[in-house]
């Protein structure tokens, strides 16, 4: 059985840091993309980043780049979210979720994506 678990979320300042990680278990997913998306009270889920299978491709929605950085540990079947300079927009729900094809560059939509974790609240004062 496929698992999807995150960590890291919580309750920080405006301009605080805090590190999300994604754990997998149940099948390793070196051979696929992984991506971080979220959702804030009252809106649609949206993608943040993503992580190509070899971990040399990346993308991030243009809110977040420069201040967040995404990474992977195929060996602990584990993904990343550093998130920096945190902005009250940023609070959401964070979920972590595995594309459903191996091989190929990052997708951005969320139905691209098979398997997802349950998800860690993220929320930035100001």
């Known amino acids: 059985q496929v698992q999807l678990v995150e960590s890291g979320g919580g309750l920080v300042q405006a301009g605080g840091s805090l590190r999300l990680s994604c754990a997998a278990s149940g099948r390793t997913f070196g051979s696929y993309a992984m991506g971080w998306f979220r959702q804030a009270p009252g809106k649609e889920r949206e993608f943040v980043a993503g992580i190509s299978w070899s971990g040399r491709s990346t993308l991030y929605t243009d809110s977040v780049k420069g201040r967040f950085t995404i990474s992977r540990d195929n060996a602990k079947n584990t993904v990343f979210l550093q998130m920096n300079s945190l902005k009250p927009e940023d609070t959401a729900v964070y979920y972590c979720?595995?594309?459903?094809?191996?091989?190929?560059?990052?997708?951005?939509?969320?139905?691209?994506?098979?398997?997802w974790g349950q998800g860690t609240q993220v929320t930035v004062s100001s």
């Open positions: 979720a595995v594309d459903r094809t191996p091989y190929r560059a990052v997708p951005g939509q969320d139905y691209e994506y098979e398997y």
